[in-house]
C-alpha cells in the first residue's frame, strides 16, 4: 500500500489543539499506513523565539513532502516594524513561494449547523469559492509605497497566466461537481468589477476566453458588491465563484458565515504539485489551551486533502476516506448530541475529535 507524508504545521494559540484532533480523526479514517505525520516548527511564537516565522527545515520538508496540514497562526503583538501581523507571513510565504495559486473554500450547509439565513436546508447551500491566491492585491503585500507618512499604495496586479490557470481550475472544478443546487447547472460566477477596473474587466475577459473552451458548464458574472446580497437572497444559485485574491479573502468570510462560521470553513490552498490545508479561521488565542475550539474546520480540510491526493495519485482509498470523514462530521453534527461552541453546543475539542473518531469505528 502507498503511504503519503504529510507535513504539520500546529502553529499558535488554537493551532495545536485543531491540528491534533485532525490528525487523529485522519489516522482514524486511513488507519496508521496510510498517512505518516510528522511536525515541524512555525508561527508567531516560533518567530518571537527564533526570529523565524517559517523556518528553512519547515519549508523544506513543506516543498518535498505530499501535503501540509496547519493548525492557525497568529498571535496579537507580534507585527513586524511596518505593523503586519507576523503569523500572517507563515500562510504568505507558502502561498508564494510554493505557487498555491488556488485557494478552495467549500460554502456547504451542513445538518446540524445553523444557518443565519431563513428557511435553507442542509443540500440547498452547497457552493465553492475559488480564491485566486498569488496575485492581484495581495502582490503588493510589502511592497507597497508609504511616502514620509503622507501618501500610501499598494498596487493590484493580474497576470493573463494567473487568472488563466485560476479560471481553469474553477471550470475544471465545476466540471466534477453536480451544479447548483437550485437548478443543477454547473456554473462559475466570476465575481469582479469589471464595470469600474481595468485589471478586473481583464479577470472578466480571460475567464471569458478559458469558458470558450467549456461548452458544459455556464459561467456568469456578479460584481463583489453584488454577490454579497446574492450570497445572502439566493446561496442556492451559487456552483462555483471564482475571485481575485482580496476580494475572494473578503466573500469567503460571508459564504462560511452564511453556514454556520469560520469554525466549519475549509480550507484546500492547492498549486500544480502542493497543497496547504487548514480552517479558514484564525489562531483565537483568547481561548487557546482550554479545549474549547472546534476542530471542524481543520477536520474538514483533511478531508480535502484526502481528495486532493486521492486525485493527484489516483488512489481510491484516499477518496473513500475523505468521503468517510465527512460523513462522519456531518452524522456527529445532525446527531445533535455533540456539537461544538461556535454552532451552539457546549462540546469541547476533545468531544468533537472523540464523536467524529466513534463515528469513523
Ligand atoms: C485567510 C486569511 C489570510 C489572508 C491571512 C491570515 C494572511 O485572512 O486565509 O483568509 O488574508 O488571506
Ligand atoms: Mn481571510
Redesign the pocket.
Known sequence: MKSYDIATIEGDGIGPEVCQSAVAVLKEACGSELLRFEAFDGGAAHYARTGAVLPEDTFAACKSMHAMLHGA??LPGVTYADGT?V???L??QLRFRLDLFA?VRPIRLYAGAESPLKGWQPGQIDYVIV?E?TEGL?ASRGGGINLRGEVSTDTLVMTRKGVERVARFSFDLARRRKGAPRDGKRRVTVCDKANILRSYAFFRAICDEVAAGYDDVEIDYAYADAITVHMLKKPDFYDVIVAE?MFG?II??LGAGTVGGLGIAA?AELGERHGLF?G?H?SAPDIAGRNLASPIATILSGALMLRWLGEQHADPALLAAADRVEQAVEAVLAEGATVPRDLGGSASCTDMTEAICRRLR
Open positions: 497562526a497568529g501581523e503569523g500572517n507571513d500562510h504568505l485557494n480564491r491566491n495581495y485574491n479573502d469567503s468570510d480550507s487548514q479558514a484564525g
